[in-house]
């Protein structure tokens, strides 16, 4: 048997109506239940799941669409009970439902007291009131999920940062970070290059009960092994030549959250000490005699396969468990290209010149970019559109205006006829195309530019390609 089985659901889901129909997972060691509960749910267009134990049931519950769980009390060996736990300590707020040949009022109250929504009784003679259980957990999650936005709205979070698309993953995305929003556990973003790792951390961040505190962001790639432990921890005045005192990126996001970008290039001896601080909850700064507190949520990102980096002994074993509590898996535009246009006039707006307006983008531009795999990502795409922008000549981007170079380095389309005559508009190009090519690395772009990286990063800022923000080290290259 598959560990879980999805059986069609009658008709397609509405998620915005509170009546629609639900996804449901069905935990029963007895193959006639579970088929008589399908059966009785999907007359009610619901997507059923189905496992035959809590082992079989594992990816499923980890599925940010899961409505309702119905679970046997008795599963073989194991309790149905224990299983109750876990997914209520579960950040996706998914409401259960046990079921049990055995009735009594004890093992129904014990049920309730550990959140159980309801309690059916087996076997199921009133098809009627198993249908109305479902739909009543599946209305009491959803009313939960909104009265969740209005608190987000109520806490004055309207500027919370935008995860644009409609695709699955962008919107399981979302209700995973949803789901955080009274979870303070640390979390680690794995994700290709531009996919938008940085965007996500803040999106958890003003999500969550520390969004009043600071959003304190630094690539552990940029920073030079020789000061990290500095740049991290702070350091006193005099502890080494010219030092004044800083506080250091820890004890800037007290109260907040630290985003660790890039946490594979972490040096193999900072992994300790950084372990010791998540553990610990305090720092000590260089040069210092004592250790200080800090409160704070770190959310890790990285490209690379750290889990792999563990195996071959490049990354510690419990740094790694200490950072992957919570997992978020992002997309690449490659495999949700349907929320290319969302994106598209969202760069759109973001870049719209009052003097030269650009309505949109005619639909062989458009198709152009569908065909596209976008090795860089949403990052590629957005100084696609950029570009395009300096090179369009009328209200629509056209397949001209772009730029795209196919994976066997083919261009996709005529670059534009038009050559930039001042030499800033030349290296300002020069600059996006290197930065485009090398997916957003900003040392593989400096190779290819045969610049050093300090040379790139201060003419990146001259062409206000590099975002500076409060907080932010000057040695962060674009995210």
Known sequence: MEP?????????????????????????DEPLILRALRRIL?????????????????TALGDPDLDVVLIDVMLGRTSGLQML????????????????????????????????????TKPF?????????????????????????LEQELSGRRDAPVLVGGSQGI???RRMIEGLRHNGSHVLIQGESGTGKELVAQSIHAASRRAPGPFVPVDCGALPESIIESELFGHERGAFT????????????DHGTLFLDEIGELPPSMQ???????????????????????????????????????????????LYYRLNVVRITIPPLRERKQDIPQLVQHFLSRHRDPERPIEGVDDEALAALARYEWPGNVRELFNTIESALAFARGPNLRPADLSLVRRHGEAASAPPATVPLSFDAYERCALQRALRESSGDAREAARRLGIGRSTLYRKLGKHGLLPRRAGVSPLRPIR
């Open 85 to 120: 736990d876990r997914v209520k300590a579960s950040p996706l707020e998914t409401e259960v439902v046990m079921m049990t040949g055995y009735a009594s009022i004890d093992s129904a109250v014990e049920c309730m007291r550990r959140g159980a929504f309801d309690y059916l």
């Open 125 to 149: 003679e009133d098809f009627h009131r198993v249908r109305t259980t479902v739909r009543k957990a599946i209305e009491r999650r959803r009313l939960i999920q909104r009265n969740r936005e």
């Open 4 to 28: 879980v089985c999805a059986t069609p659901a009658a008709r397609p889901r509405d998620r915005s109506a509170s009546d629609a129909p639900g996804v449901i997972l069905l935990v029963d």
């Open 171 to 173: 919107r399981s995305l």
């Open 42 to 58: 999907e007359r009610d267009g619901h997507r059923v799941l189905e496992a035959e134990s809590a082992a079989d049931a594992e």
């Open 242 to 253: 010219g030092a004044v005192g800083a506080p250091g990126l820890f004890r800037m996001a």
């Open 272 to 318: 300790a000490k950084l372990l010791r601080a998540l553990q610990e909850k305090e720092v000590r700064p260089v040069g210092g005699s004592g250790s200080i507190a800090v409160d704070i949520r770190v959310v890790s990102a990285t490209h690379r396969d750290l889990w792999a980096m563990v195996e071959e002994r490049h990354f510690r074993a419990d």
